[in-house]
Nanobody
Framework: QVQLVESGGGLVQAGGSLRLSCAAS????????MGWYHQAPGKQRELVAA???????NYADSVKGRFTISINSAKKTVYLQMNSLKPEDTAVYYC?????????????WGQGTQVTVSS
């Protein structure tokens, strides 16, 4: 089993910044990628940003230029630096890890952390 522990959410004014962290622990044969998704009330969970073990990154168009994802592979910790936050960024942010075993890849999710951006 793999556990993901998130931290760093909170309340911030529009234009402000927050940094999310997510540490993975447990039985990890190979960490394929880690990322962040968000889910606003009444909406589907959507990808915000992801980073592969080789360093390739992928961002939602809505956050390009404002958010930066990074990873400390030794610590199995992923970070999301969120700058120039907007009220529409308000959502629960979930950490995701794709972990490879010998034969398949498993998705793991964190418990979620609330990010609220006031106007």
């Amino acid at each position: 089993q793999v556990q993901l522990v998130e931290s760093g959410g909170g309340l911030v004014q529009a234009g402000g910044s927050l940094r999310l962290s997510c540490a993975a622990s447990g039985s990890i044969f190979h960490l394929n990628s880690m990322g962040w998704y968000h889910q606003a009330p009444g909406k589907q969970r959507e990808l915000v940003a992801a980073i592969a073990s080789g360093g390739n990154t992928n961002y939602a168009d809505s956050v390009k230029g404002r958010f930066t994802i990074s990873i400390n592979s030794a610590k199995k910790t992923v970070y999301l630096q969120m700058n120039s936050l907007k009220p529409e960024d308000t959502a629960v942010y979930y950490c995701n890890a794709k972990v490879d075993s010998r034969y398949y890849t498993t998705n793991y999710w964190g418990q979620g952390t609330q990010v609220t951006v006031s106007s």
